[in-house]
């Protein structure tokens, strides 16, 4: 059973775009909401992060929404750039730091 | 500050072969994860220690994996006898022992095919 479910599976967009994953998860227990970037050959990498209790955090071009009562967060990024091109990766924690991750969107940034 | 280290980083075997690999984590953190990542999915936990004890191996393959954290630093993963369906990258990570806003921090992963 999937417990963090990831869409879509691959994005292409524009340089200079605005990028969007969703994920969704059904277990109210989650307690923090990572996003991570992974490049080939490279172990993922914390992106940005957030608790449920804050609806929205930004760090430079990248922003997480969080919705408790839908129980979907998504990560924005805006005026995507090449370098971004990456696989991304929700995840959400459960009690005992245990981490499940959503299937990854695998993300094209065109010149 | 050190990051995760993983080896041997690229692995081939023939099925049925017996593979090890070593893990250690950032220093002082007391939870160290074993994650599988086949090509195209996300990482599914196999087993998660605090300190040198087991949290949750649930996922484990118990009668082909196992694995261990003497000391409740370095860890060992092994497979025995590798299937061919084992073939994927095996992330190790770890995490400090925080109650909350902490996360983990992966190390660059053991690349393993079997043939």
């Known amino acids: 059973q999937q417990q963090v479910k990831q869409s879509p599976q691959s994005l292409i967009v524009q340089k200079g775009g605005i990028s969007i994953i969703n994920c969704a998860y059904e277990?109210?227990?989650?307690?923090?909401f990572p996003w991570y970037q992974q490049f080939p050959g490279k172990g993922p990498a914390l992106l940005i992060a957030i608790r449920p209790d804050v609806s929205e955090k930004k760090e430079g071009r990248f922003t997480i929404s969080f919705n408790k009562s839908a129980k979907q967060f998504s990560l924005h990024i805006m005026d995507s750039q090449p370098g971004d091109s990456a696989t991304y990766f929700c995840a959400a924690r459960a009690t005992g730091n245990q981490f499940y991750f959503g299937t990854g969107t695998s993300l094209t940034v065109i010149p | 500050e050190a990051g995760v280290a993983q080896s041997p980083r690229y692995k081939i075997i023939e099925k049925r072969q017996s593979v090890a690999f070593w893990c250690n984590p950032i220093?002082?953190?007391?939870?160290l994860y074993w994650y599988q990542q086949i090509l195209g999915q996300g990482p599914k936990l196999l087993i998660q220690f605090q300190n040198n004890g087991v949290v949750d191996d649930s996922q484990l393959p118990k009668d082909r994996f196992s694995a261990e954290r003497l000391k409740g630093v370095d860890s060992t993963l092994k497979i025995q006898p590798a299937k061919l369906e084992d073939s994927a990258v095996y992330l190790c990570?770890?995490?400090?022992?925080?109650?909350?806003?902490?996360?983990?921090?992966f190390g660059e992963g053991s690349w393993l095919t079997v043939v």
């Open positions: 220093s002082g953190h007391a939870t």
């Open positions: 277990n109210t227990a989650f307690d923090y």
């Open positions: 990570a770890s995490s400090p022992m925080t109650v909350s806003g902490n996360t983990i921090y």
